[in-house]
């Protein structure tokens, strides 16, 4: 089972920040999270992942809480391409599981 | 290019009959994945190999059996085909279990039963 929680759905407007929330409450200390995202029709794209630390890369930033319960991923500039599912995974090996994610709509 | 390949990218098929999804990928990675999405978009991981050996089977039909004949490829053959296993599926691969640098997707074979 996704030790995960994220909204169903959020909206985001074209050239802002879209913060996508993600709950894991109980994850232990040696999972990782990781962010994947799926576009229509697409396989699941791995944007970023971190422990403990915050983490930045061309995709994405990641923001961890200190006591790793939650985090947030932010797309610092949307485009309508960011249209996707956005997978919050908690992973230290063996299987990566899927929840539901959250659909991101970027509108113009 | 780099990538993870998958051959058919879509396949429609009877009931009953036997088909193989193939699997490449040319990361130099040693683990490979397959995983299934259903209508309902959950993508649900079906089987791993990690440099040929089969180290995750999750609790699929034994009409499904995958094949690594080396670690750049793995195969998912489907026996006695039935409605329900339509759905995409995808291949995956990663170096180690982890992944540092996450899974790389394939971008599907789309499965159609009739």
């Known amino acids: 089972d996704a030790k995960t929680t994220q909204p169903p759905s959020m909206d985001c407007a074209e050239g802002r920040a879209a913060n996508l929330p993600c709950n894991h409450s109980t994850i232990s200390g040696n999972e990782y999270v990781y962010w994947y995202r799926q576009i229509h029709s697409q396989g699941p794209q791995y944007i970023i992942h971190g422990l403990k630390n915050n983490e930045t890369n061309e995709m994405a930033s990641l923001i961890i809480t200190e006591d790793r319960k939650s985090s947030t991923l932010i797309l610092p500039h949307a485009t309508l391409r960011d249209t996707a599912v956005y997978y919050c995974i908690a992973h230290q090996g063996g299987k990566l599981i899927f929840g539901q994610g959250t659909e991101l709509s970027v509108k113009p | 290019d780099t990538a993870v390949s998958q051959t058919p990218k879509y396949l429609v098929t009877q009931m009953g009959n036997d088909k193989s999804i193939k699997c490449e990928q040319n990361?130099?990675?040693?683990?490979m994945y397959w995983y299934k999405q259903d209508s309902k978009k959950f993508l649900k991981i079906m089987f791993s190999y990690n440099n040929k050996e089969l180290i995750i089977n999750e609790t699929v039909p034994n009409r499904f059996s995958p094949k690594s004949p080396d670690k750049a490829h793995l195969n998912l053959h489907i026996n006695s085909l039935e409605l329900g296993d339509s759905a995409v599926y995808f291949c995956?691969?990663?170096?180690?279990?982890?992944?540092?640098?996450?899974?790389?997707f394939g971008s599907g074979t789309r499965l159609t039963v009739v």
């Open positions: 995956a691969s990663s170096q180690g279990r982890v992944g540092n640098y996450g899974y790389t």
């Open positions: 990361l130099g990675h040693d683990t």
